[in-house]
């Protein structure tokens, strides 16, 4: 049995002890919580679980998880109703389609409330050993209690990830336990009867599409009916709503310019629709997102960072692959902006201008700053009078139309001062 209890006057000690009947083990540790305030203070929660009322022994406070990043939401306020249905009720779920944010959403629940976290993934052929528990060794002396066991005992949250693909015989066990019983039999331990812990919540979630995709069946009816709140997921940017809180998270997870983050989600937004038709296998979460911005911010091009990234993940099916390269070509990418850093996107957005007059123009006035004054382009950004004397010089008054194709392919990235700047200096 573990226990926890505070000691006397002694600040942050506690004891645990371990105790079975064939031997007795007590620890001292100190206790150091670990609740970010800030964080907590963002969402109205204390009024419907107090995290300042648990005082769990240290092993369970190792499942408490910690620095989970934030959770953006249109203001639907997650968070707030998942603790709201916990307090109320103990238990709710969690339905939405994949990479919605679920998984995520339960850890900062638990690290707002800080309470344990219990995880199963029931899509996995988890054994009922390790979920009720087990004897180990000869005979009936050394039980080990299992997941749902230790949870139902010493409290938490007890968190069934793909619930519809729940085995009978566990979802069975479970009934009791969450109706007005609440208590759970051991049938393997004499029929130990374990009441549940008052402080023991459940958080399931599943995922709508899944049954159409892979013939699961859905979640077993009398746990239904136990689920006295149900929350629906979605994703930020579908179709054609597109989500600027997704566009910022992208631009602050991978470091990438608005413009590269507004045509990632774009591209997103459409495949998560063709996913919800039921065409394509998958839809990219905002983490696969990020992952393919990052991979574009190292230098990559959109399409090759995709290829590596969001295409291999959606299928392995060749055609499939095709869909989605089809859908992320069709977003204009305009130059491949792979920082921004003004210098970088300036010398790209002068590039592709004279590219667009052709291929020779470019070689030429690359090879006039070259020869003329020992510079190449990217050098123009500290000592833009060279390229602007050039440019003149080949182009005569014409060069403003020059200067007018540089401002355009700059126009959709962030006008910022230093662009500004160097628009002027180039255009006198
Ligand atoms: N609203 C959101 N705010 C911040 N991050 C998010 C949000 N939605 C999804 N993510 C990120 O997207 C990724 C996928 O999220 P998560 O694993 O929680 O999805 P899920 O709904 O549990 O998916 P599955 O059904 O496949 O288990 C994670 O990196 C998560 O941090
Ligand atoms: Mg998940």
Not at 1 to 11: F, H, Y
Not at 67 to 85: L, M, Q
Not at 172 to 201: C, F, Q, S, W
Not at 414 to 425: N, Q
Request: glycine share 6%; charged share 25%; aromatic share 8%.
């Amino acid at each position: 049995m573990v226990s926890g209890s505070s000691e006397g006057n002694v600040k942050n000690l506690q004891t645990s002890r371990i105790e079975s009947e064939s031997f007795s083990l007590k620890i001292n540790f100190s206790k150091n919580k670990k609740t970010d305030s800030s964080k907590l203070h963002q969402y109205d929660i204390k009024k419907y679980i107090n995290p300042d009322n648990f005082n769990f022994p240290t092993d369970m406070q190792e499942l408490i998880p910690t620095d989970t990043p934030p959770y953006y939401d249109k203001g639907e306020n997650y968070v707030e109703r998942i603790v709201r249905a916990l307090g109320y009720f103990k238990q709710c779920a969690l339905i939405g389609p994949s990479g919605t944010g679920k998984t995520h959403i339960i850890y900062l629940v638990a690290e707002l409330t800080q309470l344990p976290l219990w995880e199963i993934n029931c899509g996995l052929q988890t054994s009922a050993y390790d979920l009720f528990g087990r004897y180990i060794g000869l005979g009936k002396e050394n039980w080990i209690d299992g997941i749902i066991t230790s949870w139902c005992r010493y409290g938490g949250i007890l968190y069934l990830d793909e619930a519809n693909m729940m085995k009978q015989d566990v979802a069975t066990k479970l009934n009791p336990i969450l109706d007005a019983r609440g208590h759970m039999v051991l049938n393997e331990k004499d029929n130990e009867l374990i009441d549940r812990h008052k402080d023991a919540y459940m958080i399931i979630s599943m995922n709508p599409f899944s049954a159409e995709f892979t013939g699961t069946k859905p979640l077993n009816a009398a746990f239904r009916r136990r689920m006295s709140v149900w929350l629906n997921f979605d994703y930020m940017s579908v179709d054609n709503h597109i989500d600027e809180k997704e566009i910022n998270l992208l631009m602050e997870r991978a470091e990438i310019p608005r413009e590269t983050a507004a045509n990632i989600v774009e591209v997103a937004a459409k495949l998560r629709q063709e996913y919800k038709n039921g065409d394509l296998p998958y839809g990219p979460s905002v983490g696969d997102l990020a992952n393919w911005a990052r991979i574009i911010a190292d230098g990559a091009s959109p399409i090759d960072s995709a290829n590596e990234t969001l295409v291999a993940m959606t299928s392995d099916d060749f055609e499939v692959q095709e869909d989605v390269r089809k859908i992320i070509k069709s977003v204009d990418w305009g130059i491949t902006q792979t920082s921004d850093d003004p210098k970088v996107l300036i010398i790209a957005a002068i590039e592709k201008s004279l590219l667009e007059i052709g291929k020779p123009d470019l070689n030429k006035v690359k090879q006039r700053l070259m020869e003329d004054y020992n510079r190449t382009l990217a050098d123009c950004y500290e000592e833009p009078e060279f390229l602007s004397r050039i440019l003149k010089d080949i182009y005569g008054k014409a060069h403003v139309t020059i200067v007018d194709a540089i401002k355009k392919n700059l126009d959709n990235m962030s006008a910022s001062i230093p662009v500004k700047e160097f628009l002027d200096l180039i255009a006198r």
